[in-house]
T-cell receptor
Framework: GDSVTQMEGPVTLSEEAFLTINCTYT??????LFWYVQYPGEGLQLLLK?????DKGSNKGFEATYRKETTSFHLEKGSVQVSDSAVYFC???????????FGQGTRLTINP | KAGVTQTPRYLIKTRGQQVTLSCSPI?????VSWYQQTPGQGLQFLFE???????NKGNFPGRFSGRQFSNSRSEMNVSTLELGDSALYLC??????????????FGEGSWLTVV
């Protein structure tokens, strides 16, 4: 079946550090890929998405590139801020199925 | 415009009771789906409704049910509550259903505690 694997957390970084959160997937069809972010006590917010191979999604300084050859969609940011502290979820959906399959989430803490 | 609205935000129920959660999608969105979030199992898909019809269902027991009304608003019901049903229940909506890259927007969730 379809699945998403994220790097284990939690991740703790200092402000202005470089961030990478790894995400790999297994899918029976040709998936669309997403990163969602969840701040404490809130629901999920879409951070970025990509719908086909080599697409790069970007938003608020975050980027992720859809790599079909490595079945990966790693999240990166060049300089993190304290306000980026949250839980990040990688997810996929397969065409025809209105259903997101999520990774386990990575808790990110940024220290000033 | 208003986002996905869920009510109630917090509730406490006793084992064996039932609960109904409500969701109003973004205006114009016709697909509504529900997810359960727990520390142990993470985010799991419950079901999806489109134009009042259930299109997809996750791997949950029959105690979990839902419906969608003609105005796209949706409710989910959990009967005979168990302690393990304590979770954050998230509603999500999208304009269409099943298309590649379809953006799904989430509400803030309903926190259910079963005691």
């Amino acid at each position: 079946g379809d699945s998403v694997t994220q790097m284990e957390g939690p991740v703790t970084l200092s402000e202005e550090a470089f961030l990478t959160i790894n995400c790999t997937y297994t899918a029976t069809g040709y998936p669309s890929l997403f990163w969602y972010v969840q701040y404490p006590g809130e629901g999920l917010q879409l951070l970025l998405k990509a719908t086909k191979a080599d697409d790069k999604g970007s938003n608020k300084g975050f980027e992720a590139t859809y790599r079909k050859e490595t079945t990966s969609f790693h999240l990166e940011k060049g300089s993190v801020q304290v306000s980026d502290s949250a839980v990040y979820f990688c997810a996929l959906s397969v065409w025809g199925a209105q259903k997101l399959v999520f990774g386990q989430g990575t808790r990110l803490t940024i220290n000033p | 415009k208003a986002g996905v609205t869920q009510t109630p935000r917090y509730l406490i129920k006793t084992r064996g009771q039932q609960v109904t959660l409500s969701c109003s999608p973004i205006s114009g969105h016709r697909s509504v789906s529900w997810y359960q979030q727990t520390p142990g199992q993470g985010l799991q898909f419950l079901f999806e409704y489109f134009s009042e019809t259930q299109r997809n269902k996750g791997n949950f027991p029959g105690r979990f049910s839902g419906r969608q009304f003609s105005n796209s608003r949706s409710e989910m019901n959990v009967s005979t509550l168990e302690l393990g049903d304590s979770a954050l229940y998230l509603c999500a909506s999208s304009l269409v259903s099943g298309e590649a890259g379809n953006t799904i927007y989430f509400g803030e969730g309903s926190w259910l505690t079963v005691v």
